[in-house]
């Protein structure tokens, strides 16, 4: 691996190919496999990302936003795109590229009608929603009757897919709640398929829920952390390589003597002679202020060098009293065996938290 020279995130396009060929051991040959790729793939990169997955074969991509949507389709990605929480200001331009949008409600099932309907689509693909129990975005049991009527009464789309969404798939203590939120999509799905007279693909399982609920892999899965090498669990990490190694380098180092104080506020104040070491990464490049104050820290020749004081915009300062380093010796954060799962505890966030944050400002580079 090439040494740091300025913060980077290095991501390793092998470990990507590792991870989904795991996941897809764990699921049925037949099951399809939606990679999720929403908000830059996870803070790496979703044009790279997609078009590596897409060369291994996924089925589908999914993204959060239209705009997310617009630049996969513009980087060269040709499979469908599944956009989760469309806005209706949004609709002509997913229609434009393509992109297949989640209707997850009344108004947005018979306003996304209404645009297809005046640029004279018919049988546009669309995903229908349901909310079994997250309560965040879908219908519920009760409107399938409507949902029934409004898509017989129109040509305009054709319904591609049913999908549902776990609350807690990863956590086992609540294995019952999940396994009624199971249950309750494949009544719908039943009650459904009986009043349209056809069968639209079935999805539910995030990560967790393709390793945790294989009664539930249905027609598709869709995968985000799991790609990215995060399984939830100390024993799901095992089999997955996190993709992603951000890492920086010594700008700058200190001796603070007793008395003296290191960075904003004075937040740190020190008892004793102290080294710090000036890190070229800061909250604007994903490392919240959380992690200041001895939370967070980072692995300078393989030891733990703890935040000292306030995290600044662009900068940390690291405690390196005991550690034997150089100006210009790499500082990881985070890397496949100090994991951003670990780091993110440490400022009692999780995995996706810290890496959705890593900002566009840091350089990515690919591993290929
Ligand atoms: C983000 C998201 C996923 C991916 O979840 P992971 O836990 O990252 O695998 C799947 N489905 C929906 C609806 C999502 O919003």
Redesign the pocket.
């Known amino acids: 691996m090439p040494k740091a020279e300025e913060t980077i995130l290095e991501i390793d396009l092998k470990a990507l190919e590792h991870n989904l060929n795991h996941l897809k051991s764990r699921i049925p040959q037949q099951t399809k496999f939606l990679a999720?790729v929403?908000a830059f793939a996870?803070g790496s990169d979703a044009c790279e990302i997609a078009n590596h997955l897409q060369h291994l074969n996924v089925d589908y991509f999914?993204v959060?936003y239209t705009n997310e949507g617009v630049a996969l389709r513009n980087a060269g990605i040709t499979k469908p795109i599944l956009v989760?929480h469309p806005q209706t200001v949004s609709f002509s331009t997913l229609i434009e590229h393509q992109l297949e949008p989640n209707l997850y409600s009344p108004k947005i099932l018979e306003e996304f009608i209404e645009v297809a309907s005046r640029l004279n689509y018919s049988n546009y693909p669309v995903h229908v929603k349901f909310n079994t129990g997250l309560n965040r975005l879908g219908f519920s049991e009760s409107q399938v009757n409507y949902l029934a009527e409004t898509l017989k009464a129109t040509s305009v789309i054709k319904l591609t897919s049913i999908?549902s969404?776990l609350a807690a798939s990863e956590d086992l203590n609540e294995r019952d709640f999940t396994l009624n939120q199971i249950n309750t999509f494949k009544r719908i799905a039943e009650i459904l398929t009986e009043a349209i007279s056809f069968k639209p693909m079935m999805h539910m399982c995030?990560?967790?829920g393709i390793l945790n609920y294989p009664e539930a892999h249905f027609d598709m899965v869709?995968?985000?952390?799991?790609l990215y090498g995060y399984g939830?669990s100390e024993k799901e990490n095992r089999n997955l390589k996190p993709i992603s190694t951000l890492k920086t380098v010594i700008s700058q180092i200190h001796h603070i003597q007793p008395g003296e104080s290191v960075g904003y506020n004075r937040a740190f104040i020190s008892e004793t002679p102290v080294k710090t070491a000036t890190l070229p990464l800061g909250h604007a490049d994903g490392i919240g202020r959380p992690y200041g104050n001895g939370k967070g820290y980072v692995i300078i020749n393989g030891k733990k060098a703890p935040i000292v004081g306030n995290v600044c915009m662009d900068m940390i300062m690291v405690n390196i009293t005991n550690i034997d380093c150089k100006e210009g010796d790499e500082a990881i954060l985070f890397d496949a065996q100090n994991t951003a799962e670990d780091l993110a505890e440490t400022a009692r966030t999780i995995s996706?938290e810290l890496l959705t944050a890593v900002s566009q400002r840091v350089k990515r580079v690919f591993l290929k």
């Open positions: 999720v929403k996870y999914a959060a989760l999908f969404h995030n990560t967790s869709r995968s985000g952390i799991g939830n996706y």
